[in-house]
């Protein structure tokens, strides 16, 4: 599926990034990549789809490389490639569907993406990734009113959309406390079981790597220093990746910490679980401030009944949504059996 043949990569300035990296990732398999920072673990995952080029070696998706490829077949080859970031990368004055259906943009030419021209099959793609993370409903609402949580769902969702074999995600739950930590990652395990898409992360967290991968992968200064199963990833071969001893860093074996206050919309049950405990309730006085209804957003915070729609523009026709959207959302509009999302 993915396959590093004595890959390096020397940075401007002279610092190596990758030294010599042969690696072979299996279809299917969820992997996580652990190691200090600087070691080498952003560098090995984005020259996967080529958001880094390589200095010397090879890189072969499905036995073509795509470190060969012209900007034609780049392009046709990172359709395949899903990626979610540390920091989200949504446009926050847009809408949450729109955000989503940016993962279709490249099977379509850049003027209907421009004009939010969509068929409906793409619409459809794009509810069926909201309903996968847990927000469908929210797809008419502007992601800068999400919460951080819910932003990186979002992220998740755009990358389903393109269909991927394959999903990156690079330091997807640094900047999220533990409980919605747990969220992003048992839906990322959940997504790599029911799609059997190969599933590549980078993690600082031990405790999550060891709960989550199938396999781990330590790298060191630019070097894999351990590939294995989670079982032979004991504490001394942590202690070698990380050139400390695990209590000293502050981690300790087993699960992770858990969080109280955690939005309750950012809540989704573990990989595997039938049920999920209800939420402790926040006391008042840690509560944060209502930031108040986004655009389309009743007082109480639900999706209020949308106004009726605008006369349809010269050449265009209105029309009713798929069914399963829900009702009361922005007119969409058709040309030419193309479908536009407004907002």
Do not use: C
């Given at each position: 599926?993915?396959?590093?043949?004595?890959?390096?990569?020397?940075?401007?300035?002279?610092?190596?990034?990758?030294?010599?990296?042969?690696?072979?990732?299996?279809?299917?398999?969820?992997?996580?990549?652990?190691?200090?920072?600087?070691?080498?673990?952003?560098?090995?995952?984005?020259?996967?789809?080529?958001?880094?080029?390589?200095?010397?070696?090879?890189?072969?998706?499905?036995?073509?490389?795509?470190?060969?490829?012209?900007?034609?077949?780049?392009?046709?080859?990172?359709?395949?490639?899903?990626?979610?970031?540390?920091?989200?990368?949504?446009?926050?004055r847009m809408s949450v569907l729109r955000n989503v259906l940016a993962g279709r943009v490249a099977y379509h030419p850049a003027?209907?993406?421009?004009?939010?021209?969509?068929?409906?099959?793409?619409?459809?793609?794009?509810?069926?990734?909201?309903?996968?993370?847990?927000?469908?409903?929210?797809?008419?609402?502007?992601?800068?009113?999400?919460?951080?949580?819910?932003?990186?769902?979002?992220?998740?969702?755009?990358?389903?959309?393109?269909?991927?074999?394959?999903?990156?995600?690079?330091?997807?739950?640094?900047?999220?406390?533990?409980?919605?930590?747990?969220?992003?990652?048992?839906?990322?395990?959940?997504?790599?079981?029911?799609?059997?898409?190969?599933?590549?992360?980078?993690?600082?967290?031990?405790?999550?790597?060891?709960?989550?991968?199938?396999?781990?992968?330590?790298?060191?200064?630019?070097?894999?220093?351990?590939?294995?199963?989670?079982?032979?990833?004991?504490?001394?071969?942590?202690?070698?990746?990380?050139?400390?001893?695990?209590?000293?860093?502050?981690?300790?074996?087993?699960?992770?910490?858990?969080?109280?206050?955690?939005?309750?919309?950012?809540?989704?049950?573990?990989?595997?679980?039938?049920?999920?405990?209800?939420?402790?309730?926040?006391?008042?006085?840690?509560?944060?401030?209502?930031?108040?209804?986004?655009?389309?957003?009743?007082?109480?915070?639900?999706?209020?009944?949308?106004?009726?729609?605008?006369?349809?523009?010269?050449?265009?026709?209105?029309?009713?949504?798929?069914?399963?959207?829900?009702?009361?959302?922005?007119?969409?509009?058709?040309?030419?059996?193309?479908?536009?999302?407004?907002?």
């Amino acid at each position: 599926m993915i396959e590093f043949q004595n890959v390096r990569k020397v940075y401007p300035n002279g610092t190596v990034g990758l030294d010599g990296v042969n690696l072979t990732i299996g279809r299917g398999e969820f992997v996580v990549i652990v190691g200090l920072s600087g070691a080498g673990k952003s560098t090995l995952l984005r020259s996967i789809n080529r958001l880094v080029d390589i200095t010397e070696g090879d890189i072969l998706i499905d036995g073509r490389s795509i470190v060969q490829a012209g900007p034609k077949e780049l392009r046709r080859m990172r359709r395949d490639i899903g990626m979610v970031f540390q920091s989200f990368n949504l446009v926050r004055r847009m809408s949450v569907l729109r955000n989503v259906l940016a993962g279709r943009v490249a099977y379509h030419p850049a003027w209907r993406s421009i004009l939010g021209l969509f068929p409906e099959a793409d619409l459809r793609l794009a509810f069926d990734a909201l309903r996968r993370v847990g927000l469908e409903d929210k797809a008419f609402v502007r992601a800068d009113q999400l919460s951080g949580g819910q932003q990186q769902r979002v992220s998740i969702a755009r990358a389903l959309a393109q269909q991927p074999k394959i999903l990156l995600a690079d330091e997807p739950v640094a900047s999220l406390d533990p409980v919605t930590t747990d969220v992003i990652m048992n839906d990322l395990k959940r997504i790599n079981r029911e799609l059997g898409i190969t599933t590549v992360v980078n993690l600082h967290v031990v405790d999550l790597a060891r709960r989550f991968a199938d396999r781990i992968i330590g790298l060191k200064a630019g070097r894999i220093v351990f590939d294995g199963p989670v079982e032979a990833a004991t504490d001394d071969v942590f202690a070698e990746i990380y050139g400390r001893e695990l209590a000293s860093a502050g981690w300790t074996p087993g699960g992770g910490t858990k969080a109280e206050g955690t939005p309750a919309a950012d809540r989704r049950p573990e990989f595997g679980a039938a049920t999920e405990a209800p939420a402790k309730a926040v006391p008042a006085t840690d509560r944060k401030p209502d930031p108040g209804p986004g655009p389309g957003a009743s007082a109480g915070g639900r999706l209020a009944a949308a106004p009726p729609p605008a006369p349809p523009a010269p050449g265009m026709s209105a029309f009713r949504l798929p069914d399963g959207v829900p009702a009361g959302d922005p007119p969409v509009m058709e040309r030419s059996g193309e479908r536009s999302v407004l907002p």
